[in-house]
Nanobody
């Protein structure tokens, strides 16, 4: 059994910052790619940022230069530092990880989601 637990969401004013965390736990042999997605009301879930095990990252165009994804592989944790937040960043943010379990099964796991609201 593998779990992803997110934290760090909340209400912030435009121009503010938040840092999301997502910790993976359970029967983990290896964590491969990790990513953050978001889903705004009435919209499809979209990829925000992606990080490989080797440290390569990519971002959706709307967050480039404002958001930074990082990983602490020793802690099985991925972070999303969000700066210069805009109202259009308001969404539920989901952590995602491709994990090989100790039984050598490869699956994609999701966190429960954390609400980020950017409003004055």
């Amino acid at each position: 059994q593998v779990q992803l637990v997110e934290s760090g969401g909340g209400l912030v004013q435009p121009g503010g910052s938040l840092r999301l965390s997502c910790a993976a736990s359970g029967s983990i042999f290896r964590i491969n790619a990790m990513a953050w997605y978001r889903q705004a009301p009435g919209k499809q879930r979209e990829l925000v940022a992606h990080a490989t095990t080797g440290g390569s990252t990519n971002y959706t165009a709307s967050v480039k230069g404002r958001f930074t994804i990082s990983r602490d592989n020793a802690k099985n944790t991925v972070y999303l530092q969000m700066n210069s937040l805009k109202p259009e960043d308001t969404a539920v943010y989901y952590c995602n990880a491709d994990i090989t379990t100790k039984s050598f099964r490869y699956n994609t796991y999701w966190g429960q989601g954390t609400q980020v609201t950017v409003s004055s």
